[in-house]
């Protein structure tokens, strides 16, 4: 049974950084784009970052380009989400996602990042 | 950015009846290859939202067959021929045919 497990959330101030991460098994993790989607508690959901099989294409929704970075470990079945200069509309449930496109399939639990003083 | 534009927004539904939800979008989704690139999603009470259907009209796996997927270009519709109790929870669209992917606003869906 595929199963995303994201990991890292936590109350961060404004301005700082955290990491999340993505531990992914039951499936071809190399094989899946893999995205990360968050949402505001209560509200819809809004896309963030996508990174193709190899890390060879990357895409940032803008709101957090120059501020996120996405990144992929094969070898580790793995993808990240390094978060810097960190605001507090960043303040969401991040899901960790992955399909054989740019559709998700599969789904994380999701991790709460709240950006506050 | 590609504008993802559901209705309606809410609806009650009576069990073992149909439902509609409609999904627009501001420019055509569909892709060169032949397919479009319009996909479904439910997000169930307190849970992650999970994969309906895909490309337009692909029932995701294990889905069941009273949901199915139509439109194209820049008109959607997803369909529930009979209602059932664990369809409770918030439906988007969304594009993934460029970038930035984009989601509807959702459409909550309730049992009578």
């Known amino acids: 049974e595929a199963q995303l497990v994201e990991s890292g959330g936590g109350l961060v101030q404004p301005g700082g950084s955290l990491r999340l991460s993505c531990a992914a098994s039951?499936?071809?993790?190399?094989?899946?784009?893999m995205n990360w989607v968050r949402q505001v508690p209560g509200k819809g959901l809004e896309w963030v970052a996508i990174?193709?099989?190899?890390?060879?294409?990357?895409h940032y929704v803008d709101s957090v380009k120059g501020r996120f970075t996405i990144s992929r470990d094969n070898a580790r079945n793995s993808l990240y989400l390094q978060m810097s200069s960190l605001r507090a509309e960043d303040t969401a449930v991040y899901y960790c996602?992955?399909?054989?496109?740019?559709?998700?399939?599969?789904w994380g639990q999701g991790t709460l990042v709240t950006v506050s003083s | 950015d590609i504008v993802m534009t559901q209705s309606p927004l809410s609806l009650s539904v009576t069990p073992g009846e149909p439902a509609s939800i409609s999904c627009r979008s501001s420019?055509?989704?569909?892709?060169?290859?032949?397919?479009?690139?319009l996909d479904w999603y439910l997000q169930r009470p307190g849970q992650s939202p999970q994969l309906l259907i895909y490309?337009?009209?692909n029932r995701a796996s294990g889905v069941p067959d009273r949901f199915s997927g139509s439109g194209s270009g820049t008109d959607f519709t997803l369909k529930i021929s009979r209602v059932e109790a664990e369809d409770v929870g918030v439906y988007y669209c969304?594009?993934?045919?460029?970038?930035?992917?984009?989601f509807g606003q959702g459409t909550r869906l309730e049992i009578k």
């Open positions: 996602t992955g399909g054989p496109g740019w559709y998700p399939d599969y």
């Open positions: 039951g499936f071809s993790f190399s094989s899946y784009w």
């Open positions: 990174i193709k099989q190899d890390g060879s294409e990357i």
């Open positions: 420019q055509s989704v569909f892709h060169g290859t032949g397919y479009d690139s």
């Open positions: 490309l337009g009209s």
């Open positions: 969304m594009q993934s045919l460029q970038t930035p992917i984009t």
